[in-house]
């Protein structure tokens, strides 16, 4: 089973930034938080990915809570292209869980 | 430079046939990842391999489900006599490193598999 939360769905304005949640309680301290994307028909996208510390890359930015407990994947000026289904995956020394995943709307 | 391929992106079989689903990873990528993801379900994990080792293929729901990855490069996963409970599509992925954590994974395009 998934070790993580989301919203099933949210929609965001072209241009604004898009701020998608997870909750991930049952974290351990060797478990990283990852974040992908799946483009309709397209394969998993790999966004970022991070253990305790915020991430930034190209994409997006990546803000884990001190507890780890939940994180927040920012991305910062969301365009009609971002539109997709985005997974919060919980990872150790296992294979990647997928969830349901957050259906990201962007809006123009 | 070429992401990780997948052959045939389409796949329609009756019933008992055997399928075969080519998946070919990044260049030089250690690991290799087989998915399975039903109409609107997440990606569910088949099975891994390390180079040409299958370490893992706790998630392949039947003995009908087969993969190999003989050369460590290359890898095929086998369906024998299809169910219309295997439509779905397949997802392969690599990476870079051997170990399985602080390690993104590349996914293909994926095959669509149905059966009638």
């Known amino acids: 089973d998934a070790k993580t939360t989301q919203p099933p769905s949210m929609d965001c304005a072209e241009g604004r930034a898009a701020n998608l949640p997870c909750n991930h309680s049952?974290?351990?301290?060797?478990?990283?938080v990852y974040w992908y994307r799946q483009i309709h028909s397209q394969g998993p996208q790999y966004i970022i990915h991070?253990?305790?510390n915020n991430e930034t890359n190209e994409m997006a930015s990546l803000i884990i809570t001190e507890d780890r407990k939940s994180s927040t994947l920012i991305l910062p000026h969301a365009t009609l292209r971002d539109t997709a289904v985005y997974y919060c995956?919980?990872?150790?020394?296992?294979?990647?869980?997928f969830g349901q995943g957050t259906r990201l709307t962007i809006n123009p | 430079g070429a992401g990780v391929s997948q052959s045939p992106r389409y796949k329609v079989a009756k019933r008992g046939q055997d399928v075969a689903l080519r998946c070919d990873p990044i260049?030089?990528?250690?690991?290799l990842f087989w998915y399975q993801q039903a109409l609107g379900q997440g990606p569910e994990f088949l099975t891994y391999?390390?180079?040409?080792?299958?370490?893992?293929k706790s998630g392949l729901p039947s003995d009908r489900f087969f993969a190999e990855r003989p050369e460590g490069s290359v890898s095929t996963l086998k369906i024998q006599r299809t169910q219309q409970e295997d439509s779905a599509v397949y997802l392969c992925?690599?990476?870079?490193?051997?170990?399985?954590?602080?390690?993104?994974?590349?996914f293909g395009p994926g095959t669509r598999l149905t059966v009638l």
């Open positions: 991070g253990l305790k």
């Open positions: 391999f390390q180079n040409e080792a299958q370490l893992d």
């Open positions: 992925a690599s990476s870079f490193r051997a170990r399985l954590t602080n390690n993104e994974q590349f």
């Open positions: 049952t974290i351990s301290g060797n478990e990283y």
């Open positions: 995956i919980v990872e150790g020394a296992q294979k990647l869980v």
């Open positions: 260049s030089g990528h250690v690991s």
